[in-house]
């Protein structure tokens, strides 16, 4: 059971939205207690309805029935105010080292439970970055994609070979995905390889649009 911390950052879902995306984040801070006192101080104007701590520890900040500010300007699969249709999760990581094995377990249990409580499918789970490419990195490269997906928490993860690397081509698959929010051809490229192939470097190539193509099939 998490531990309940309110936090006063919160209001009601605007235009009787309800959840149906998971927006995972990592607090660039130096600690889970520090990231605590910004995620409920007033002035911050920031929170989310979940904070991890790298040791597993589970903070409940806001209820899930409100509308938490974690999210900000972004834009997924063509929908803005991804705070209104959303549970904002925070993982205690600083954004340049891997993710704790406690940490990850308890995230798979938080999961479970909300994706059942909100019917929230494995697309439904996506990064921040995702929603706001340019501006945001996390939860970034470490980030274990790929795990989610094989335990059913993410969207699947299977290359389609073929497709060669063209930029409009790439656009569209990416948009397809639920990558619309406007953004340069370097920092779509970079998301994407972060979400897909995080081992990626250079030049779009084949294998990136191999990777989204086979993404964009699990989708649909």
């Avoid at 929170?47 to 520890?57: N, T």
């Avoid at 909300?114 to 706001?132: F, K, Q, T």
């Avoid at 470490?142 to 290359?159: C, E, N, S, T, V």
């Amino acid at each position: 059971m998490p531990l309940w911390h309110p936090s006063p950052n919160f209001g009601p879902r605007r235009d009787g939205l309800i959840p149906h995306l998971i927006v995972l984040h990592y607090t660039a801070m130096q600690s889970a207690e520090a990231a605590l006192d910004r995620l409920c101080d007033p002035g911050s104007e920031v929170s989310a309805h979940y904070l991890i701590g790298r040791d597993g520890k589970l903070w409940q900040l806001v209820d899930e029935s409100q509308r938490a500010w974690h999210a900000g300007a972004g834009e997924w699969a063509g929908m803005d105010d991804i705070n209104s249709r959303s549970i904002g999760v925070e993982l205690d990581n600083a954004g340049n080292h891997p993710f704790s094995e406690p940490q990850i377990a308890t995230l798979e249990g938080l999961l479970s439970g909300v994706m059942v409580r909100h019917s929230i499918p494995p697309a439904g789970v996506i990064g921040h970055a995702d929603m706001a490419p340019g501006r945001k990195r996390d939860p970034g490269p470490r980030f274990d994609w790929a795990r989610l997906a094989r335990k059913g928490m993410a969207q699947a993860i299977a290359p389609i070979c073929g497709g060669v690397a063209d930029w409009p081509a790439f656009r569209d698959l990416a948009r397809r995905a639920g990558f619309t929010a406007p953004t340069s051809d370097g920092d779509l490229l970079a998301v994407v390889r972060w979400r897909l192939r995080p081992c990626g470097q250079g030049d779009l190539c084949a294998a990136d649009m191999a990777a989204l193509a086979g993404f964009v099939a699990q989708c649909h």
